[in-house]
């Protein structure tokens, strides 16, 4: 840690990685308190391990950095902790299990306060049971820990005798702290819980104990996600993200341990295909990772198709699904995350900046998702700026059931509305249009592209709006809207395309697929499967538009143009 880099900030975590060292900044610690939890460490033995081998010689050095931070970390000055959180991403089978139940166990041996409440936290009942059998099992290898420990099978928790303090192994759901805010929590996977609804609202109770007198610390331990970061996992991965690159204030409390690629070389698939490379972000790789099992299990399970590898590279080296990955993926894919501009956060903001601007609408069923695209055309430089928003009934929670998770994570982050039925989803969309209608910057002809199946109760609501064509327009889909398809990522490239940054559309720009048919790509919900790219398409509708240079409220295009996407085509 030195005065010019803010707490926890590790600038070189990079050239860390590739020199075998954990990817952490220099933690002042209480050397006797770190000693003295390493000892107990060291001493635990692994019980499903042929041998037994104790930790010292069975665990990598990056675990006990992560041990010595996280209960041991001292302020020289002030004598106070200074790592309270801690969020550890490492990919699979690198014993993080295992690891975070010694771990545990640790922290209850170490806590002096008597009567207090720990918990490891698990996602599902198969990974809880496994946790609660690998810390009863280091128990039971070693007689003097017996007489420390008290351990209640049926209920899952293990108690010190000494003080009474309970270390509870508890599967996650939404009332699973109750009472006494935790002095401890240890939650592993934590990935898995973006895919759960309330799972912000119980993690800000597990906080709730981190202003009290008495504070609380939480370790969060998890592999990458195999599917885009949503939720919980996305909020915590980003402000670690941020804290390691020295952009999360200059005195945080949680210690990111990440061990992945750099975002170029994530994207870089000549690189991670490298076997040579994976070692980098695998620091147990010779101990609980074979890696010539590791090759086998790539060539025979990962590479079988493009899905499964994206899974399997998730889950075993950490890539990131979502945002640029290559292979298939809509070419603007890879650039879209790069045109953030965190000041066009709302569609107030997009339009005080434009002279102009297209609005795209792809409008789904009763059991599908309804979105729209506002693209405005920045007043001085030009640059277009995006924002968009989604509706959808009820009942898509149900039928949508494999991303009801992500949907709801829209919801609350004010993306997407839930309407009570299809006349006020229409009719909401409407006062989006007629909003920016009102602001004087909608062209008089073609301002509003729609695709045209299953509009008819919003081409009424638009109507009631007084929104008629030839301001409402019909935009051809299929390989007539290759403009928009292949222009897009160009105007990206160059950052000649800004947008806030919106969770819904970075997942739809991932989900995008784009297939060569004749000399034009193509992207189709077909291309795309089940993966949902309605709000992209809305993107291209508005983009179409304008394409065609509109003039707001103060020129007729011309009746050459009636038809603008046979133009544009």
């Keep these: 840690m030195t005065d010019d880099l803010p707490r926890f900030a590790c600038p070189d975590w990079w050239e860390k990685l590739q020199a075998g060292e954990t990817p952490i900044p220099e933690i002042p610690l209480d050397e006797k308190r770190a000693a003295r939890a390493l000892a107990f460490f060291n001493r635990l033995k692994l019980p499903d391990v042929p041998g037994n081998p104790p930790l010292s010689e069975a665990c990598g050095d990056w675990f006990r950095d992560i ?55 698990a996602p599902s009942q198969n990974i809880s049971e496994r946790c609660f059998e690998q810390a009863q099992g280091m128990i039971k290898l070693d007689e003097k820990l017996s007489d420390i420990f008290k351990v209640t099978d049926h209920q899952k928790f ?17 009332s699973i702290v109750t009472g006494e805010i935790p002095i401890l929590t240890i939650i592993d996977e934590l990935h898995e819980l973006g895919k759960k609804a309330k799972a912000s609202r119980v993690m800000q109770q597990i906080r709730g104990g981190g202003i009290t007198m008495q504070r609380g610390q939480v370790l969060m331990i998890t592999t990458q996600s195999d599917e885009e970061p949503a939720g919980i996992w996305k909020t915590e991965l980003d402000k670690a993200r941020a804290i390691r690159d020295g952009k999360g204030g200059s005195s945080p409390i949680m210690l990111p341990v990440l061990y992945e690629f750099p975002k170029e ?31 086998d299990d790539y060539e025979n399970n990962g590479r079988v198709s493009k899905e499964t590898e994206q899974i399997w590279s998730s889950q075993h080296l950490n890539i990131e699904i979502g945002v640029g990955l290559a292979g298939d993926s809509w070419s603007g894919a890879a650039e879209w995350g790069n045109c953030i501009d965190e000041t066009l956060d709302s569609l107030d903001a997009l339009l005080e900046r434009s002279e102009v601007c297209t609005i795209g609408i792809d409008w789904g069923g009763a059991d599908d998702l309804a979105a729209l695209y506002v693209i405005g055309r920045e007043q001085t430089t030009k ?23 992500k949907l709801r994570a829209f919801e ?17 969309a409407a006062a989006v249009c007629r909003k920016v209608y009102d602001s004087g910057l909608l062209p008089e002809t073609a301002g509003i592209g729609l695709d045209s199946a299953g509009v008819a109760l919003l081409i009424d609501a638009l109507e009631a709006e007084k929104l008629e064509p030839p301001l409402v327009q019909a935009v051809t889909q299929g390989w007539k809207l290759q403009t928009a398809i292949s222009s897009v990522p160009l105007k990206l490239e160059d950052r000649r395309f800004l947008h806030g940054g919106q ?17 034009n790509y193509v992207v189709t919900k077909q291309v795309s499967g089940a993966a949902k790219i309605d709000p992209l ?11 065609l240079n509109p003039q707001a409220n103060r020129m007729d295009i011309g009746e050459f143009l009636a038809d603008p996407i046979m133009v544009a085509g």
Aim: aromatic letters at 8%.
């Design 503 to 519: 969770a819904s559309m970075n997942w739809a720009a991932g989900n995008a697929k784009q297939e060569l048919k004749g000399s």
């Design 412 to 428: 609350e982050a004010g993306e997407l509305t839930v309407a009570r039925n299809s006349e006020e989803q229409a009719a909401l």
């Design 265 to 295: 070389k994530q994207l870089d698939e000549a690189f991670w295909r490298n076997r040579e490379n994976w070692h980098l972000v695998l620091p147990n790789i010779g101990r609980s990772i074979d890696a010539i099992a590791l090759e």
């Design 67 to 121: 041990l010595v931070a996280f209960l041991a970390s001292q302020d020289p000055v002030t004598k106070r902790r200074l790592v309270w959180e801690l969020l550890c991403m490492v990919p699979k089978k690198n014993s993080k299990t295992t690891y975070v139940a010694a771990l545990g166990l640790t922290a209850l041996f170490m806590e002096d306060a008597p009567n207090r409440q720990m918990l490891i936290v």
């Design 537 to 547: 398409m809305a993107l291209f509708d508005a983009a179409m538009l304008m394409f």
């Design 383 to 405: 640059v277009w700026l995006g924002w968009g928003h989604i509706w959808i009934r009820p009942k898509v929670y149900e039928v949508r059931k494999g991303i009801a998770h």
């Design 158 to 174: 293990i108690t010190r005798r000494k003080t009474g303090t309970d270390l509870n192994v508890k599967t996650f759901d939404t």
